[in-house]
């Protein structure tokens, strides 16, 4: 592993809650989701606003995301050549990238509590590589941590598959694109189509997930699916970002920095998502102020779960 692409990587965790993780009420992500005006109706969609109350402070990063992509759509409709005219439909997927950490589709019980545990910053600060470059495992962050209930976590993941002492922490974390995908699946609608779904389930291709199974061979600027993508390669980008500053508390040109490394860390990235990135990550470039406006909150809380 380079060394570009072990400190490009979002996780880790550089620093640590030191209070109790807030989980937003209904009421107040009905009244966060409403004033973004992006066409998200979620009085069809209790499901959802279930799901956005148990993601705790991954919702506010998403709310950030969406914002972003809104305040910048004209800019990334001219780089990108997107053909939606104004940005809801972008920042509905935006919003809903992490609606995955709240657990897999349909899932209740031990296991669906398990996730959320597993996906809230802990009191310590965690990173997810080994001095020699290694990923750590689940364990391993159960440990250095002292997660509280850990022997009830590895039994819970456990009856899943999943086997604390094997699977690579950011492995776990990652798989939230795939729950993603199969919770917006269930709440196809006009609000959440094809695009909206698959463009907020592949915010990971950077990292090798690829939940929607979309076919990065061969793929061409004037392919009729570029848009997908294109949404997609934006997300990717703002998700990102957002991340850097949001929990590392970094300035806008260390957080373009970062960012950057982590496609250049990619050889093997097909061009043309390779091109996209890199056009959306010029327009966040260029809008340090907006985004110093955008994230003043983050920056005055740098603790901001992963």
Same mark, same amino acid.
């Given at each position: 592993?380079?060394?570009?692409?072990?400190?490009s990587e979002?996780?880790?965790i550089?620093?640590?809650?030191?209070?109790?993780?807030?989980?937003?009420?209904?009421?107040?992500?009905s009244e966060?989701v409403?004033?973004?005006h992006?066409?998200?109706?979620?009085?069809?969609?209790p499901?959802?606003?279930?799901?956005?109350?148990?993601?705790?402070t991954?919702?506010?990063?998403?709310?950030?995301?969406?914002?972003?992509?809104?305040?910048?759509?004209?800019?990334?409709?001219?780089?990108?050549h997107?053909?939606?005219?104004?940005?809801?439909?972008?920042?509905?997927?935006?919003?809903?990238?992490d609606?995955?950490?709240?657990?897999?589709a349909?899932?209740e019980g031990?296991?669906?509590?398990?996730v959320?545990?597993l996906?809230?910053?802990?009191?310590?600060?965690?990173?997810?590589?080994?001095?020699?470059?290694?990923?750590?495992?689940i364990?391993?962050?159960l440990?250095?941590?002292?997660?509280?209930?850990?022997?009830g976590?590895?039994?819970?993941?456990?009856?899943?598959?999943?086997?604390?002492?094997?699977?690579?922490?950011l492995?776990?974390?990652?798989?939230?694109?795939e729950w993603?995908?199969d919770?917006?699946?269930?709440e196809?609608?006009?609000?959440?189509?094809?695009?909206v779904?698959?463009?907020?389930?592949?915010?990971h291709?950077?990292?090798g997930k690829n939940?929607?199974?979309?076919?990065?061979n061969?793929l *061409?600027?004037?392919? =009729?699916?570029?848009?997908?993508f294109?949404?997609?390669?934006? $997300?990717q #980008?703002i998700?990102?970002? !957002? +991340?850097f500053?949001?929990?590392?508390g970094m300035?806008?040109?260390?957080a373009?920095?970062?960012?950057?490394?982590?496609?250049e860390? *990619?050889p093997?990235? =097909?061009?043309?998502?390779r091109?996209?990135f890199?056009?959306a $990550?010029a #327009?966040i470039e260029?809008? !340090? +102020?907006?985004?110093?406006?955008?994230?003043?909150h983050?920056e005055?809380a740098?603790?901001?779960?992963?």
């Amino acid at each position: 592993m380079s060394e570009n692409l072990r400190h490009s990587e979002i996780p880790p965790i550089e620093s640590a809650r030191d209070t109790e993780p807030q989980h937003p009420t209904e009421a107040e992500v009905s009244e966060a989701v409403e004033s973004l005006h992006i066409g998200l109706d979620l009085e069809k969609h209790p499901h959802l606003l279930e799901r956005f109350t148990e993601i705790s402070t991954h919702f506010d990063d998403n709310v950030d995301i969406a914002k972003i992509a809104g305040a910048l759509f004209p800019d990334f409709k001219e780089a990108l050549h997107l053909t939606d005219e104004t940005p809801e439909r972008l920042q509905r997927a935006g919003l809903l990238t992490d609606i995955g950490k709240s657990g897999p589709a349909g899932e209740e019980g031990p296991f669906h509590d398990a996730v959320q545990k597993l996906f809230i910053v802990p009191t310590k600060p965690f990173n997810a590589f080994k001095p020699d470059g290694s990923m750590k495992t689940i364990a391993d962050f159960l440990e250095e941590t002292g997660m509280e209930g850990a022997e009830g976590i590895v039994a819970a993941l456990a009856e899943k598959g999943i086997f604390a002492k094997d699977e690579k922490m950011l492995d776990f974390w990652r798989r939230h694109a795939e729950w993603t995908l199969d919770i917006l699946k269930q709440e196809a609608s006009n609000d959440i189509d094809p695009v909206v779904i698959t463009a907020a389930a592949s915010h990971h291709l950077l990292d090798g997930k690829n939940p929607a199974g979309l076919d990065l061979n061969g793929l *061409a600027e004037n392919s =009729p699916d570029i848009e997908e993508f294109a949404y997609a390669e934006i $997300l990717q #980008v703002i998700d990102k970002y !957002q +991340a850097f500053r949001g929990r590392g508390g970094m300035s806008h040109a260390e957080a373009v920095s970062r960012t950057r490394a982590k496609v250049e860390s *990619a050889p093997g990235y =097909p061009p043309v998502l390779r091109s996209l990135f890199t056009k959306a $990550l010029a #327009v966040i470039e260029a809008h !340090q +102020a907006e985004m110093d406006a955008l994230l003043a909150h983050d920056e005055a809380a740098p603790s901001k779960a992963a």
